[in-house]
């Protein structure tokens, strides 16, 4: 079976420039999350679906972060405009309701 | 708030040594407890957990008990192996949807 596939693995950008990252969850998986996790850190989450549903966006920096997760499947994190600080490691993992998270491979974001 | 404090790394140890991850939560009620690994280039995986007071998780020879009176869920391993190499992260939840992670620790196990 198929893992938590994330897409790109590394992204370099200037700032200022838009980025998105894209994520296929598990199948079957109805909840997504995304997080992120900064160099030496922990991740942190950024937003959890159930379904189609953003039930916890609590920690999403709205003003230049969003997500969609169109038919309750694939999802994409977008930044725009990107800032120096947003370099981390993107990744998202996918669940049942109130079961163990699977987590992909994330996605590494540079900001130059 | 709920948070999850583990030792500082790096830790290098020898093939066969014993390892010991300290982790100390803070948290209202009774939480679950878990531990991740990340081996290089890879997501985390769950490595073992545990669901109450005195409890003890273990999976590939790793060992965690739950500990209510310290506060406690130190990782342990009784020989360890060049394979083992990755970064380990402690982390609680009160729901599978609602996981605090630490900063994980890195161990390195040399030949």
């Known amino acids: 079976e198929a893992g938590v596939v994330q897409s790109p693995r590394y992204k370099i950008i200037e700032k200022k420039q838009p980025v998105a990252f894209w994520c296929n969850p598990i199948?079957?998986?109805?909840?997504l999350y995304w997080y992120r996790q900064n160099l030496g850190q922990g991740p942190e989450l950024l937003i959890r679906?159930?379904?189609?549903?953003?039930?916890?966006d609590s920690q999403l920096p709205k003003d230049r972060f969003s997500a969609e997760r169109l038919k309750g499947v694939d999802s994409t994190l977008k930044i725009q405009p990107a800032e120096l600080g947003d370099s981390a490691v993107y990744l998202c993992?996918?669940?049942?309701?109130?079961?163990?998270?699977?987590f992909g491979p994330g996605t590494r974001l540079t900001v130059t | 708030g709920n948070s999850v404090t583990q030792m500082e790394g790096p830790v290098t140890l020898s093939e066969e040594a014993f390892l010991t991850i300290n982790c100390t939560y803070t948290?209202?009620?009774?939480?679950?407890l878990f531990w991740y690994v990340q081996y290089p280039g890879e997501g985390l995986q769950l490595l073992l957990k545990?669901?109450?007071?005195?409890d003890k998780g273990s999976n590939k020879g790793f060992e965690a008990t739950y500990r209510k009176e310290t506060t406690s869920f130190h990782l342990e391993k009784g020989s360890v192996q060049v394979s083992d190499s990755a970064v380990y992260f402690c982390?609680?939840?009160?729901?599978?949807?609602?996981?605090?992670f630490g900063a994980g620790t890195r161990l390195t196990v040399k030949p």
């Open positions: 993992a996918s669940s049942l309701i109130q079961t163990e998270q699977y």
């Open positions: 948290a209202t009620g009774y939480p679950s």
């Open positions: 545990a669901t109450k007071a005195d």
């Open positions: 199948s079957g998986h109805n909840t």
């Open positions: 982390a609680l939840s009160y729901s599978a949807n609602d996981m605090r």
């Open positions: 679906y159930e379904n189609e549903e953003a039930v916890d």
